[in-house]
């Protein structure tokens, strides 16, 4: 068991590397397909005129007159020519009252390279004391510029995002399951899965490695909304798996199976769901795969693998594993927890102590642990005799 769990975290870690250089951009002409239009007019005008000519930066300069707007757009050119990769600096166009100055910024490097990105923000860097000195407005905007905004701002919400969304399914295991490491156990495990997966969708879409066995004929940074998308859809689906196999152990275990067997029950019947399901949204996901769509495919792609290493390599191997370990410590809740968490009786524990006649004095049936708090302690469901014949009646 510990060789399982040491080799499935350490495996799964591995390929979570490639994901601490995972990049974000909004889609451009590099992403089409081969033999698009619009991948074959991206590749023409950067063969012709430079790969930054399509991520072009649009400067524009608001000023309280036409002699401050134009004496501003001087000081600005002079400023950004001088910033590295910039490889020219379009000649300032007025608007009709000449309040309103247009410049035009051609980079060196693609517009979802990182080198643009960078660009973007030094550019702001050096026009903002000159717009400050002059008590004029300058504004740095464009598609390109726009998409460097935007996929920030999503990267920047991310740990946010994931934050809540794994603290919110925390407290709901604790008090579904009435246990801190049950919890614990299934937040660790679906943040090694949304990891590997990142990973492997970086070393395929951004890195290209072994990106022509299924068909990716463009590489460059994964949209920007992806990681969102693949974080809300792979919790999801990661929640119902453990909830198919933990709840049965719960099940079992109060219900007077040692902790072994609870853990043996549990998967025995739910590995069968699991395994379905997976198998199901795998195919699902998989046929996005076959899409000449870059980011489509992407997306296929991460599902298909995520959803792959949650069902069978989390939930069906460590969980177990880890479950096994643990024993009895698995169902520990400190006493003061358990007191302040509302019940939620899903294994209908309570029922059948009241049609038994039993009493809730034990409040769940759990008994003292070690440590100061509470586990369920098997023959501890009133008389089994009893019971039984209620429940077969």
């Not at 599902?303 to 949650?310: E, K």
Request: proline residues 5%.
């Amino acid at each position: 068991r510990l060789a399982v769990v040491l080799l499935g975290v350490i495996g799964l870690g591995v390929l979570a590397l490639p994901a601490a250089d995972m990049r974000l951009a909004l889609p451009d002409g590099s992403s089409a397909a081969q033999g698009t239009e619009k991948r074959a007019a991206y590749d023409l005008i950067s063969e012709g005129f430079g790969p930054g000519y399509n991520g072009q930066l649009a400067l524009v300069v608001f000023g309280d007159s036409p002699q401050q707007a134009e004496q501003v757009a001087g000081d600005v050119t002079r400023a950004v020519s001088g910033l590295d990769h910039v490889v020219a600096v379009a000649p300032p166009q007025p608007s009709r009252d000449g309040d309103v100055m247009l410049l035009s910024i051609v980079p060196q490097e693609g517009p979802t390279s990182p080198e643009t990105a960078q660009l973007v923000h030094d550019v702001r860097a050096a026009v903002a004391p000159i717009a400050k000195a002059d008590g004029a407005d300058v504004a740095v905007t464009g598609s390109t510029a726009v998409g460097v905004d935007v996929s920030q701002k999503l990267g920047d919400a991310l740990p946010v995002y994931l934050g809540v969304v794994i603290g919110l399914s925390f407290l709901l295991l604790v008090l579904v399951f009435r246990s801190l490491l049950v919890p614990l156990k299934a937040t660790l495990g679906f943040l090694l899965t949304v990891g590997a997966t990142f990973g492997v969708t970086v070393a395929v879409f951004q890195w290209g490695w072994l990106s022509g066995l299924i068909g990716v004929t463009g590489v460059g940074p994964l949209v920007s909304f992806l990681p969102i998308l693949l974080i809300g859809i792979l919790f999801g689906l990661a929640m119902d798996y453990e909830v198919f196999l933990v709840s049965r152990m719960r099940e079992d275990y109060v219900h007077g199976a040692s902790a072994q067997q609870a853990t043996v029950s549990g998967v025995g019947h739910g590995a069968r769901v699991v395994t379905a399901a997976g198998i199901i949204m795998i195919s699902v996901f998989s046929g996005f795969v076959l899409s000449e769509d870059t980011i489509i495919k992407s997306m296929g792609f991460a599902l298909a693998f995520g959803v792959l290493v949650d069902a069978f390599v989390v939930r069906q191997t460590i969980v177990p594993a880890v479950m096994s370990l643990l024993g009895d410590s698995a169902w520990w809740l400190p006493r003061w927890l358990d007191r302040v968490l509302p019940r939620v009786d899903i294994e209908g524990e309570s029922l059948r102590r009241r049609l038994a006649g039993g009493s809730d004095a034990a409040s769940d049936g759990s008994a003292a642990a070690p440590g100061g708090g509470t586990t369920r302690r098997p023959g501890t469901d009133g008389e089994p005799d009893q019971e039984r014949e209620l429940i077969e009646a």
